[in-house]
């Protein structure tokens, strides 16, 4: 599916609808240049999971973890990680196979983990179009 945003809000009540096609157990791969609107995705999605913490990236950690909504949500941010062999030291099998949502920004860093079976949402600009225009694909989906 592809959307079109045209402002932060729309990105989060992309996400937020898209939230409610979740169960809880799937992985979502968000990738896009920076500042694409990656997080504010994820805000939109954990609201959606009925999650009222405030949702902002992980900055001195790897991982950020909500547990109080309605399906957990593991949010990962691997922009500067340094190899894939650091999500198995955090532990990404046990993250993994809690039923929770797991969203991991930029995927793309740690590719070989990944099995194929992600939903990958993918979030690209267009500044000759304006500011805030962005596309969003979602693949894989539910
Ligand atoms: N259509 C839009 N969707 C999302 N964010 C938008 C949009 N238009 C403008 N913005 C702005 O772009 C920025 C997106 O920031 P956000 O942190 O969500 O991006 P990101 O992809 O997570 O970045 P990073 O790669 O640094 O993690 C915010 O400042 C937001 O207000
Ligand atoms: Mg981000």
Known sequence: ?????????????????????????EIINLDGDLGAGK??????????LGISDIV???????????????????HFDVYRIGSSEEMYDIGWDDYISQGAVVA???????????????????ITKDLTKSEE???ITIEGAV
């Open 1 to 25: 599916m592809k959307y079109i945003s045209h402002s932060a809000d729309d990105t989060e009540k992309i996400a937020y609808n898209f939230a409610s096609m979740l169960r809880g157990g």
């Open 39 to 48: 997080t504010a995705f994820i805000r939109g999605l954990a609201k959606g």
């Open 56 to 74: 902002s990236s992980p900055t001195f950690t790897i991982v950020n973890e909500y547990r109080k909504g309605n399906i957990p949500l593991f």
């Open 104 to 122: 991991v920004e930029w995927s793309v860093n740690i590719s070989d983990i990944f099995n194929g079976d992600e939903i990958k949402v993918m």
């Open 133 to 135: 225009y962005r596309e």
